[in-house]
């Protein structure tokens, strides 16, 4: 009796690791999405509002109605804070292969 008790706790044991561990592979896989969608939304606003200049002449009235319009269907992830912030996740890292690299050690 007491060896199936034990054998019990093994499998009990073994489950709750394999639960843990999808997981976090699932934890991770969302996170490097959302961090790849955020700067993809920056990119967008970049390219948008620069057109190539050095300079936008009206990025901040383009923020201001993307997080107007973003935030009532997706919630606070996209206020204006945010988006300035992923504006500047783009203007610091324009190169997507760095980021997909760099993306793996975040947890």
Known sequence: MESKIMNYQAIIT?????ISSGQKVAYNATN???ILTYWHVGKRI????????????YGQALIDALADELTKEYGKSFSKRNLQYFRKFYIAFPDVQIVNACVHNLT
């Open 14 to 18: 073994d489950i709750k690791d394999i």
């Open 32 to 34: 490097k999405a959302m």
């Open 46 to 57: 970049v390219e948008q509002e620069q057109n190539g200049n050095e300079r936008a002449q």
